[in-house]
C-alpha cells in the first residue's frame, strides 16, 4: 500500500510564494507522473499543472508562468513551487499521482493526495 501525503499549503498575501509538496511512502512506488488539481469554494475543481516523466510540464493559462511542477531526486516526491500568488488561486490544492507515464498521459492516476488549502489575501 501506498500513502501520499501532501505538505506546504498555507496563507499568504499576494504576490508571495508557496512549495507544495507530494510524498509517497509505504511500498516502493515511483513518481513518474504528477497531476496537480486545485478546487476552490463553488467551482469546479481545475487542472493547474501536470508533469510527466520524459515529456515534461504543462500548465493552465492562469498559472503559466507563475508556478512550476517538478520531481524531487527522490522520484517519490513531487513538488509544485507557486510564485506571484494571486487571490484568486486562493484553493484546495491535489496531487494525484503515477508510476505508469502511458496511463498518466490518459488521465489516470494511482493515488490522491488529501488535499492542502492555499488561501491568498489581497
Known amino acids: 500500500q501506498v500513502q501520499l501525503v501532501e505538505s506546504g499549503g498555507g496563507a499568504v498575501q499576494a504576490g508571495g510564494s508557496l512549495r507544495l509538496s507530494c510524498a509517497a511512502s509505504?511500498?516502493?512506488?515511483?513518481?513518474?507522473?504528477v497531476a496537480w488539481y486545485r478546487q476552490a469554494p463553488g467551482k469546479q475543481r481545475e487542472l493547474v499543472a501536470t508533469?510527466?516523466?520524459?515529456?515534461?510540464?504543462h500548465y493552465a493559462d492562469s498559472v503559466r508562468g507563475r508556478f512550476t511542477a517538478s520531481r524531487d531526486g527522490a522520484k517519490n516526491t513531487v513538488s509544485l513551487q507557486m510564485i506571484s500568488l494571486k487571490p484568486e488561486d486562493t484553493a484546495v490544492y491535489y496531487c494525484?499521482?503515477?508510476?505508469?507515464?502511458?496511463?498518466?498521459?490518459?488521465?489516470?492516476?494511482?493515488?490522491w493526495g488529501q488535499g492542502t488549502q492555499v488561501t491568498v489575501s489581497s
Open positions: 494525484a499521482v503515477a508510476q505508469d507515464t502511458v496511463l498518466a498521459s490518459a488521465g489516470e492516476y494511482d493515488y
Open positions: 509505504g511500498r516502493r512506488f515511483n513518481i513518474n507522473a
Open positions: 508533469w510527466i516523466s520524459d515529456l515534461g510540464a
